[in-house]
């Protein structure tokens, strides 16, 4: 098992007993491209993680060995430099962030791995980077609550990574509650749990293993979009500082005011937002049809309107509406590659994946690959 293959690793390069923990990926039911809106997400952490094996080092030296791509690297505790390897910039921004906070550390041995596919859209950075300093807050007592290990987690992301990411991936990580997708007001950091158990029906990922180059610079460029669709707005309207605050009727409203595509973006945002409202309604009486129905609406609005989309996450879509057994699928996560979320049900998943693996295989000459996920509970220390 991957815990055991870390926790070996781990004493054969390192003295001492490590702590271990284990940090999910996640997914989003709903709720796209919303987070850095203010607006709500819908996501939930599954069953694949990435594991870490860590304690003090005798010095200020932070040693790392990555069992993934079979890389060591050494830094000081106090670097603030970023390294040639990207995977480390996570563990080096995390540190910088616990730094700025005023909160004292020394070095550490470390050594991860797991099984969260990289590039997939399930946030193993997110999953690596809320493992660590869930990891460093208990090594080193620094007595952080939940929500300022997402804050580090999130900080490290934007600031010392470099991606202007939103809070659900580092949310998701640390209050991912077994058997529930978590409802998260981004602005006010709100959260309510809603049960997902459903007798008859899977959720199942389709990962299209394309990862479309450009993408960060993309996902920047959404949000500027985004910013850009409030500063016309707020010439009308007071008191308005993200997307959250505007309804459809005042888009409406200013549209003529819209260079188009700023227009088709806040629309979709909008729209978001109130198809995630709608869908927490349903989980509870289990409409499932209904959820699915504005799963495909996502789907669309990030196609057409917020222009995240490509033909591979279309095919894998749009492949699935002949079958009654999934009553939704959509592109999941920043787009232009990754996975679709799918819900099926159970007694087609096989034959579905069978034929679906054949068709995209036929149409783009790539092998998809499929995760038939759990919902599971947010970063914990495991056993040794
Ligand atoms: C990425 C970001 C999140 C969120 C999604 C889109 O996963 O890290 O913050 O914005 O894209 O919903």
């Known amino acids: 098992m991957l815990k055991e293959k870390i926790y070996k690793q781990f004493k054969a390069k390192f003295e001492g007993e490590p ?12 709720g796209e491209h919303t987070d850095y809106n203010d607006g709500f997400v819908l996501p939930a952490a599954i069953d694949k993680y990435i594991y870490l094996a860590i304690n003090k080092s005798k010095d200020n030296s932070c040693n790392v ?8 690297v050494t830094f000081p505790i106090n670097q ?42 399930l946030s193993s950075s997110a999953a690596l980077e809320t493992g660590l300093v869930f990891a460093l807050n208990k090594i080193f007592n620094l007595g952080f609550n939940s929500l300022e290990l997402i804050k580090i987690s999130q900080d490290a992301e934007n600031n010392f990574v470099g991606v202007n990411c939103g809070i659900m991936d580092q949310f998701a990580a640390i209050m991912g509650k077994k058997n529930h997708f978590v409802k998260l007001d981004c602005r006010s950091l709100e959260f309510e749990y809603f049960p997902f158990k459903t007798d008859n029906y899977q959720l199942l990922l389709c990962n299209s293993n394309v990862k479309h180059s450009l993408v960060d610079s993309e996902y ?18 007071n008191n308005i500082t993200k997307l959250r605050d505007v309804s459809s009727e005042e888009l409406e409203n200013y549209k003529a005011d819209f260079p188009i595509s700023t227009y088709e973006k806040c ?31 996502t789907h669309e609005g990030l196609k ?3 222009k995240v989309s490509c033909s591979e996450l279309d095919f894998l879509v749009d492949f699935t509406r ?12 920043g787009g232009f590659g990754g996975c679709t979320i799918n819900l099926i049900k159970k007694d087609f998943m ?22 038939n996920i759990n919902i599971v509970d947010g970063t914990r220390i495991i056993e040794t």
């Open 220 to 237: 920047n460029d959404r949000r500027l979009e985004c910013e850009k669709g409030v500063k016309i707005l707020s010439k009308y309207l």
């Open 80 to 121: 603030n430099q970023k390294s040639e390897k990207h995977w480390a910039n996570y563990l080096i921004g995390v540190i910088n962030e616990i730094s700025k906070r005023g909160k004292k550390l020394s070095g550490f041995n470390l050594v991860f791995g797991g099984n969260i596919p990289i590039g997939a859209g």
């Open 322 to 333: 002949q079958y009654d057994e999934i009553p939704g699928s959509r592109m999941m996560g």
């Open 65 to 72: 060995f990555s069992c993934d791509f079979n890389k060591s």
């Open 267 to 297: 629309s979709y945002v909008i729209e978001e937002n109130s198809r995630l409202i709608e869908v927490c309604k349903h989980l509870n009486n289990k409409n499932l049809s209904y959820v699915g129905k504005l799963m495909y609406e």
């Open 19 to 30: 702590i271990m923990v284990k940090s999910p990926g996640r997914i989003n039911l709903i």
């Open 304 to 306: 057409n309107k917020y």
């Open 350 to 371: 096989n034959d579905f994946i069978q034929l679906i693996s054949k068709a995209y295989k036929e149409k783009f000459n790539i092998e998809a690959e499929f995760y």
